[in-house]
């Protein structure tokens, strides 16, 4: 039989423990996510088009922010064919981000982390 004091011991070390783990994994996913979105631009100046409204900044605001203005949302792009601009073939396309996904990962990351953080103290207990 396991005395109260023992138990309250047990429980407070596991929620150190698991808050210490979500803290990990919020600060990763806080560093990881915005590379992962300097890359995703880096990628696209790689592609044979010219492209129009196109920014970081604005990359940036559609990730983290949930009153961004319509026109930050949407760049233009027009493919360039040996040298050549197509002209009539320009697309509007969306930056593949959102508050809603990125905050969710961050979430995400620290649940994970506190899951890993309680699996690895539980672990150790045995």
Request: contains cysteine; aromatic residues 12%.
């Amino acid at each position: 039989m396991m005395l109260k004091k023992n138990l309250f011991g047990r429980a407070t070390d596991a929620l150190k423990e698991g808050a210490k783990g979500a803290l990990s994994g919020v600060i990763a996913t806080v560093v990881v996510v915005p590379i992962m979105g300097l890359v995703a631009h880096g990628v696209r100046y790689m592609s044979d088009e010219r492209l129009d409204g196109y920014s970081l900044r604005n990359r940036f605001e559609t990730a983290y922010c949930f009153n961004t203005p319509k026109e930050h949302k949407y760049y233009y792009s027009t493919p360039v064919i040996f040298g050549y601009e197509a002209e009539g073939d320009t697309v509007r396309e969306s930056y593949l981000a959102s508050p809603y996904a990125t905050y969710g990962i961050i979430g995400l990351g620290g649940v994970a982390g506190a899951g890993l953080a309680l699996a690895g103290r539980r672990k150790k207990e045995r």
